[in-house]
């Protein structure tokens, strides 16, 4: 049977990349002395796998990963010792049993949602008004360098939501952006790009290095159709134990 | 700080001493920023004695130590101690921190180490003795003790590189001589009522000097010949000892041990569970330092082990777990211990990894179960390529026992075997450098002897890797010339010439250790006080982590070494007579000089070989400490020290 686990990644955590992270998990699920499954072989390893890799500097409050297990307790139970095994920066917020007929944690993200906080001063602008012009173009078009070529992708049909709120900081007012956007294995694309093209929309010079304050609010797959999406978290789909 | 959404919440967290611009800009960040599993944290408000422990090597080879992780246990077990860690700031953030006069933190609190009490360093090998003086610098620290108020930590080094301190003595308010687990609550004791009676530091440091192991090196002086060599060395201060005895921990089985190590969260060298078995070595290597400074040969006790191997995996998670010691054989309920671990480890799906096995019927059989073996290589270390060398450096190991035990490796399926070996020893000669390429064919040999062609899976690799010999105190070989880096090469040479004349010379891969490091590391060894003002000249020339290839100039160090005034043959090629005055001899490590100097000339004048403990005691003088090897019931029918 299958668990797919949330947790939050915040604080200093922020700066442990990926591949450690799951490095962290690994051990995490053996001193939570969770009945964990195995592969077959010389060198056995656990049946773990992510969803959505997050990167280095961002916080999240969706993070997933799918465990095979042997024996499962309750909800409320594992996560206690998850929990408890765990340092302050990961903190486990659900575990849901699995159906049977789940696809895996990585071929199932459409979609996330981000809150972007800005860390330095910027140009007060209504924001709003920017937002919804850029969304009204017919395309919008990026330059996206590859390794070998150039290519122009439109974005515009990979952003599902795009807002913006404020915040007080230093008494004066600072845009916060919150959005959804594709992050499936074959749409995904990053708030920063999101946030560059509509700053160069309304003419205003693209925010510095490490402006951006990124959290990750949660992970989305699609339990509709292509045609008639319905996006819902990812421990949507698995029941509480 | 990081500030995550959801209503804006900045949770109630450890503010780093590093902004995310710097830890977004560093390679990896997470060497920097603490908070792994089993990380102390403490208020720094409820304890009276702030101890930064440090390894002067980045993060990923100091947190691999396993003496830190000891200490760090038995400091904050105490109550009124916190310690944390701290370790060189790979050259990426010491520039960074330089440009923007960022004082170096301790990872767990991220507070500046100058706020600390007490900065501890392990001292592990001689090429981290430029990033002992980063690490102080960054910490705004003065580079020499005497510079120091008390609003500076006291600078106290350890390891086994301070058992010849000198080349370093002018960097260290104290040296801690021997087995940390011993006298630290004394001193912290006698520091903390210091400062609650107004004593200046410098009476501090004298008080300090006065506990067992303790060397205070600014209360002693050398005076020279004319030659260079040492007159005479002692203590300014009355009530100092002429003598440090090295401080010991008999009770092996009944002291300090983590049982909840840190788990980085980066993969560090070491990225398991280190079980240290024994302390010290039974066999006696002549050139091996740690054979002589660990005597008596201590056993911990299975039963505390097998405690320790479970708690420490469940407190972990790790998936390895391995054993730690010189000798690993010699440890004599090493197949109980064995089958307990396979048994549990099977179980929980964990991996045991064992070096430093004598490879002989037992170990294979072992190996068998717990490795892959086609994926997995056997190494050897025969140390010299003739009898008669190995003989000389009481290696005891023959050419018959190797090539059995390779034939036995290769009809277990095993086909990669790894060769180390030693150039440069005292009496080599070409004959004895050529051996190496003929006992590496001869391995590759008794491969195609023992497995029949159509049995053989894939090609049989033998990999023979040499270093250059370095002279340590307190070995028989202290008294010996060292090579030049031109010799070095030329023997090099020799060994790779005969390589190739060798008929399985195809499968034989020869490979030969840095030549110019080794001659650096001569001269730290060996070194006596006035080698410090090259250390610090070269630091200051911008000389640190000179144990990675890619940041090590030996250009600047033979400028430095020339602007000071100070030869490097004087501490390498020189030759010693045999009443010199060492610079360390002012250190007891237990083994008695007279013992020394008997195995030096049992080496390069009879040549012959000195039994282990075990099979007959050669009064080497450590059953003194009153334990340990020495009170076993030996071979030779005697016991209870019998030296």
């Not at chain 2, 959404?5 to 995310?20: F, Q, T, V």
């Not at chain 2, 600078?155 to 021997?178: Q, R, S």
């Not at chain 2, 609550?185 to 506990?211: N, P, T």
């Not at chain 2, 730690?324 to 109980?336: A, G, I, M, R, V």
Request: net charge negative; glycine share 6%; charged share 25%.
């Amino acid at each position: 049977m299958k668990v797919r686990i949330k947790f939050r990644k915040y604080g200093a955590m922020i700066f442990i990349g990926h591949l450690d992270t799951m490095r962290f998990f690994q051990k995490l699920i053996r001193r939570a002395d969770i009945d964990v499954s195995y592969t077959q072989g010389f060198s056995p390893h656990q049946i773990m796998s992510f969803a959505a890799p997050l990167g280095v500097g961002l916080c999240s409050n969706g993070e997933y990963l799918d465990l095979g297990c042997e024996h499962v307790t309750s909800t409320k139970d594992m996560i206690e010792r998850l929990n408890q095994a765990s340092v302050e920066g990961y903190e486990i917020t659900n575990v849901v049993l699995l159906p049977e007929d789940a696809g895996n944690a990585m071929a199932s993200v459409a979609a996330a949602t981000y809150t972007v906080h800005m860390r330095y001063e910027q140009p007060e602008i209504d924001f709003a008004s920017q937002i919804s012009a850029f969304l009204k173009q017919e395309t919008i078009s990026v330059v996206k360098q590859t390794k070998k070529s150039e290519k122009v992708l439109d974005i515009k049909p990979l952003i599902f939501d795009l807002d913006v709120s404020y915040e007080e900081v230093d008494g004066k007012r600072r845009p916060v952006f919150s959005m959804m956007v594709d992050a499936s294995s074959a749409g995904n694309i990053k708030p920063a790009l999101v946030l560059d093209t509509l700053y160069t929309f309304a003419s205003l010079p693209a925010p510095k290095e490490f402006d951006y304050i990124i959290t990750r609010e949660d992970t989305y797959t699609n339990i509709g159709t292509s045609e008639e999406p319905k996006l819902v978290p990812l421990d949507a789909v698995g029941n509480t134990i | 700080m990081i500030l995550c959404s959801k209503s804006l919440i900045i949770w109630d967290m450890r503010k780093l001493a590093l902004n995310d611009e710097i830890l977004l800009s560093i390679e990896n960040p997470a060497r920097y920023i603490g908070g792994e599993v089993n990380a102390v944290m403490k208020d720094k408000n409820d304890v009276s004695v702030r101890f930064a422990m440090c390894f002067p090597d980045v993060y990923e080879i100091g947190m691999s130590h396993l003496g830190i992780q000891i200490l760090y246990h038995m400091f904050n077990s105490f109550e009124d101690t916190w310690c944390e860690r701290v370790y060189s700031p790979w050259p990426d953030l010491d520039k960074i921190l330089r440009e923007k006069q960022i004082p170096l933190f301790a990872l767990e609190s991220q507070d500046p180490i100058r706020q600390f009490d007490f900065l501890g360093i392990t001292i592990q090998y001689e090429m981290c003795y430029t990033n002992i003086l980063q690490v102080l610098d960054l910490s705004k620290i003065p580079l020499i003790h005497n510079e120091r108020t008390w609003d500076d930590p006291i600078v106290i080094g350890g390891g086994p590189c301070t058992y010849n301190p000198e080349p370093i003595a002018d960097f260290f308010d104290l040296f801690y001589i021997g087995e940390g687990e011993t006298i630290y609550r004394r001193l912290l004791d006698l520091y903390k009522e210091a400062k609650a009676s107004g004593m200046s530091r410098a009476d501090f440091l004298y008080e300090a000097g006065k506990l067992p192991g303790m060397y205070c090196p600014m209360y002693y002086e050398a005076t020279y010949h004319e030659d260079g060599t040492i007159a005479s060395f002692f203590p300014t201060r009355e009530g100092l000892p002429d003598k440090i005895v090295k401080e010991i921990e008999m009770n092996v089985s009944d002291t300090y041990y983590p049982d909840k190590p840190v788990v980085p969260f980066v993969k560090v060298t070491q990225d398991r569970v280190v079980l240290e078995i024994q302390r010290g070595c039974i066999r006696g290597c002549r050139f091996c330092q740690a054979g002589q400074l660990y005597r008596p040969v201590r056993e911990r006790d299975v039963e505390m082990l097998k405690k320790y191997a479970v708690e420490m995996l469940h407190n972990t998670g790790h998936e390895e777990i391995s054993l730690s010691s010189l000798s690993s054989s010699d440890y004599q309920k090493l197949p109980e211990l064995i089958d307990f671990l396979i048994e549990e480890c099977n179980r929980r799906r964990i991996n045991i990894s064992l070096p430093s096995l004598r490879i002989d019927a037992f170990s294979l059989d072992v190996m068998s179960k717990v490795q892959d073996v086609r994926k997995s290589s056997l190494t050897f270390a025969p140390e010299a390529g003739s009898q008669r060398m190995r003989d000389v450096i009481n290696k005891g190991l023959t050419e018959e026992v190797i090539l059995k035990g390779a034939e036995e490796a290769f009809k277990g399926g095993w086909t990669k075997v790894k060769l180390y070996f030693m150039l440069g020893l005292p009496t080599e000669t070409d004959e004895d450098r050529r051996g190496i390429a003929e006992l590496s064919n001869l391995v590759a040999k008794t491969f195609y002897d023992t497995v029949p062609k159509p049995e053989r899976k894939g090609k049989v690799s033998v990999t023979a890797s040499t270093s250059f010999f370095i002279p340590k105190p307190f070995t028989p070989f202290q008294w010996a010339r060292m090579g030049t880096s031109e010799e070095f090469i030329s023997y090099a040479k020799t060994v790779k010439e005969a390589v190739m004349a060798q008929l399985n010379q195809k499968v034989i891969k020869y490979n030969w250790h840095e030549a110019d490091v080794s001659v650096l590391e001569g001269v730290f060894a060996r070194g006596d006080r006035k080698v410090s003002k090259v250390i610090l000249q070269a630091y200051k020339k911008g000389c640190i982590f000179d144990a990675w290839s890619e940041y090590y100039h030996h250009d600047v160090w033979l400028s430095c070494f020339e602007e000071c005034g100070v030869p490097i043959d004087f501490y390498t090629t020189r030759e010693r007579a045999i009443d010199e005055v060492f610079p360390w001899d002012f250190i007891d490590c237990g083994v008695s000089r007279a013992f020394l100097e008997r195995e030096w000339l049992r080496a390069t004048k009879e040549q012959v070989v000195t039994p282990n403990c075990r099979q007959a005691c050669s009064g080497c003088g450590a059953a003194r400490f009153g334990g340990g090897v020495c009170f076993e019931e030996r071979e030779d029918g005697a016991s209870e020290g019998t030296n």
